[in-house]
């Protein structure tokens, strides 16, 4: 009876070591702030962060690296999509996790899109999208 808890102990616990790994594996991005729904008002200061990858400047191109992009009122890429650069899809190619971001009043979405160091989208899987008030 000792050795078949044992088992199921030990089982138990490669299955719970297992499942920690592949969580800890899933790559993801996200706002620090603001939040969701939140209520701002301009400049809109951004607090972007990656788990799962890492952080390096536009150009290198060394895979499970990348750097953040934010589309104004826009929707995650498709993967491999090249991001393109204007007034509502923002590049932070140096490696910044923050920034300062003018919008006019009203609602917007923020979609934080991480892209390789080619400024290729790494797909829906590596976005985050939330919604804001600017007063």
Known sequence: MLKKTLLGAVLS???LMSFTSAAQAQARVYFVQPKDGATVTSPVHVQFA?????ISPA???TEGTGHHHVLIDGKPLPKGTVIPANDTSLHYGKGQTEADIRLPPGDHTLTLQFGDGAHRS???EMSQTIKIHVQ
């Open 122 to 124: 790494y797909g829906p």
């Open 59 to 61: 150009g290198t191109m």
């Open 13 to 15: 616990g490669a299955v």
């Open 50 to 54: 990656v788990d799962g990858m890492s």
